[in-house]
């Protein structure tokens, strides 16, 4: 059974922190491109940011560079979402997402308030 668990949200100040994570289990995660997408209310889900299976590579929405950095552990079957200087627009519910050659799963995700 395929699972995706996030964790770590929870109320933030601006400026504050907040470490993401997002346990994997039912596939093979080392082959998986692991994703963060975030959906604000009234909102369409964006995607956040992307790191490969192969090499680790990294990327970025515009509007978290510098601010967040994405990382997996592949013998925990976790990644991980950095998220530091938060904005108020930060606030959304935060998924991760696993995509493989013909399947893409997603987790129930977890809210994340940035509010003063």
């Known amino acids: 059974q395929v699972q995706l668990v996030e964790s770590g949200g929870g109320l933030a100040q601006p400026g504050g922190s907040l470490r993401l994570s997002c346990a994997a289990s039912?596939?093979?995660?080392?082959?998986?491109?692991m994703r963060w997408y975030r959906q604000a209310p009234g909102k369409e889900r964006e995607l956040v940011a992307v790191?490969?299976?192969?090499?680790?590579?990294?990327n970025y929405a515009d509007s978290v560079k510098g601010r967040f950095t994405i990382s997996r552990d592949n013998a925990k079957k976790t990644v991980y979402l950095q998220m530091n200087s938060l904005k108020l627009e930060d606030t959304a519910v935060y998924f991760c997402?696993?995509?493989?050659?013909?399947?893409?799963?997603w987790g129930q995700g977890t809210q994340v308030t940035v509010s003063s």
């Open positions: 790191i490969t299976s192969v090499g680790g590579s990294t």
């Open positions: 039912g596939f093979n995660f080392d082959i998986a491109a």
């Open positions: 997402s696993a995509q493989l050659t013909y399947q893409r799963y």
